[in-house]
């Protein structure tokens, strides 16, 4: 049995991503899809060896004796009684899987920012199986005589080809090549021209797809240093998100894609954020380039973040906070003290009460409390370590056995934080800052931890304290001595947090 027409194009031998025909003799071949190149001599053994598989498959699936590459030779309703009671069955159930498998996949985000590689989203298939799949449609296409029939196989190939561009781009999202963006900007685009055959089958999924596109477009720009056009593509994949959510909005078979492109447009938003506000003067773009690149090589060392596109928006929106503070262009919080450098601290509004006195004497009180959290403690330290937080429990005021008893007790920490945040004023960075790279639950998380374990270790404190509730206000900046070795907070003395992050390392960062 001989394979069909369809079947002369040269395959990728890692992929079985169609190859684009080379228009002069050449030895090696690039496949625009995975990136990867190969001898023609292999693709062509590949596509030999594909279509053998392809031959195998239909041997099993056709009656013995009906030659499908004929065509329109063969009677049509041989063709049709073929393609229900033989073809269509072995086809839906790989159709099923891979289209239950694809809309698994569309609920994970599937782009990133610059220079981050993410390898948290685990595809259930691999590509070269469903080119595989999408190379045996081709082969039975002449057996859909009908409309009916024609459907099933429009269908099915139009989610095998978009499916199988995009487990390409998963590997590829996970990897660190220099052009991995370009190819994946191709794969989205690849994956929606092919997805247009079939719109309802995932409503809203072209438009998603050409958002990811323009998405990994502009993440390829800024890493080449055009951050205007990087704007302007991020703003394009910003506005056909917004309409492919609408669209997915109708349909039961997309609503599982929107958080997806949630994420998505957070990565989409925070390219625009360290775009929108380019010169297009190159000495200035490569400062910010080169700014991005080192915090990114940072966050790539922690899972919790890079596969997180709520926590890196964040992270972004807090660093052109903070460069707007060091260009003079914004004010932010900033603490009194002396140093050579800022570091980043999130203020929390600690509200507890606690019992106090006895018999006749004993009630409750309620206190509020400041904490300040290290924002990069986790930095080649524990990831949200209770160590991280002023410690104004150790510092607490003493008041005696005797206030205890008779319920004259006004709080069992020590304060001196809220000293320091009244002398605390809003100006411009003049100083070296560190991004903070945490975030709000993760500051309070810290705090948390921080209570308790102050529980845990102080008989007194678990025996008075009743409620806490930390709440997270906002960053401020705190003048800080670094000497090559750590950072010293001499404002803070006894409740100076004991981590706060890897200094080599953040200073690496500051800007």
Not at 152 to 177: I, T
Not at 307 to 333: C, D, E, F, P, Y
Not at 344 to 356: A, G, H, K, M, N
Not at 440 to 457: F, G, H, K, Q, R
Request: glycine letters at 6%.
């Amino acid at each position: 049995m001989t394979a069909p027409a369809q079947m002369v194009a040269l395959r990728c031998r890692y992929c079985s991503a169609p190859l684009d025909a080379p228009s002069t003799p050449v030895e090696t071949v690039t496949c625009r899809s995975c990136g990867t190149a190969q001898k023609m001599l292999d693709a062509r053994q590949y596509l030999e060896e594909l279509k053998l598989s392809v031959s195998q498959w239909l041997r099993q699936a056709v009656p013995l004796g009906l030659d499908i590459s004929q065509g329109a030779n063969v009677d049509p309703i041989a063709r049709y009684g073929v393609f229900v009671n033989n073809v269509k069955p072995r086809l839906d159930t790989e159709f099923t899987e891979y289209r239950f498998n694809m809309s698994s996949l569309l609920a994970q985000p599937l782009t990133t920012l610059p220079f981050l590689a993410n390898n948290q989203v685990q595809p259930a298939n691999q590509p070269k199986d469903v080119f595989l799949f999408q190379a045996k449609i081709q082969a039975i296409q002449p057996l859909a005589v009908n409309a009916e029939a024609q459907k099933v196989v429009n269908d099915a190939n139009a989610v095998a080809v978009s499916y199988a561009y995009l487990l390409n781009n998963v590997r590829l999202l996970g990897e660190g090549k220099p052009d991995r963006f370009a190819l994946m900007s191709d794969n989205f685009a690849a994956a929606s021209k092919a997805m247009e055959a079939a719109p309802e089958m995932f409503p809203g999924l072209v438009d998603r797809l050409r958002a990811e596109s323009f998405a990994a477009v502009a993440a390829d720009q800024f890493m080449d240093g055009k951050l205007p056009d990087a704007a302007r593509s991020a703003a394009q994949a910003l506005e056909l998100y917004q309409t492919g959510a609408a669209a997915a909005l109708t349909s039961m078979a997309s609503v599982v894609m929107l958080q997806g492109m949630r994420d998505e447009t957070s990565s989409a938003e925070a390219i625009g954020l360290l775009t929108n506000d380019s010169t297009g003067d190159p000495v200035t773009d490569s400062k910010v380039i080169s700014a991005v690149q080192s915090v990114c090589s940072l966050v790539q060392n922690y899972p919790q973040i890079y596969g997180n596109s709520g926590r890196l928006h964040g992270i972004v929106q807090r660093w052109k906070a903070m460069r707007l503070a060091r260009q003079s262009a914004a004010t932010t919080r900033v603490l009194p003290g002396k140093g050579n450098v800022f570091y980043p601290f999130w203020i929390v509004d600690l509200r507890y009460s606690f019992v106090t006195g006895a018999l006749w004497a004993k009630k409750g009180v309620e206190v509020s409390e400041f904490l300040l959290v290290a924002a990069n403690a986790f930095v080649g330290g524990s990831w949200n370590s209770p160590w991280a937080v002023t410690d104004v429990f150790r510092a607490r005021m003493k008041g005696g056995a005797f206030d205890s008893l008779t319920g004259k007790e006004t709080s069992i920490s020590g304060g001196g934080v809220a000293a320091l945040l009244k002398q605390s004023t809003s100006q411009h960075l003049g100083l070296p800052a560190i991004p903070p790279l945490s975030s709000e639950s993760d500051a309070s998380e810290m705090a948390t931890a921080y209570l308790n374990t102050t529980i845990m270790t102080d008989p007194q404190i678990q025996r008075k304290l009743k409620l806490s509730q930390p709440r997270v206000v906002e960053i401020a900046y705190v003048p800080a001595q670094f000497d090559g070795r750590g950072f010293a907070f001499p404002q803070f003395g006894a409740l100076s947090p004991r981590e706060v992050g890897n200094p080599a390392t953040l200073a690496s960062i500051q800007m």
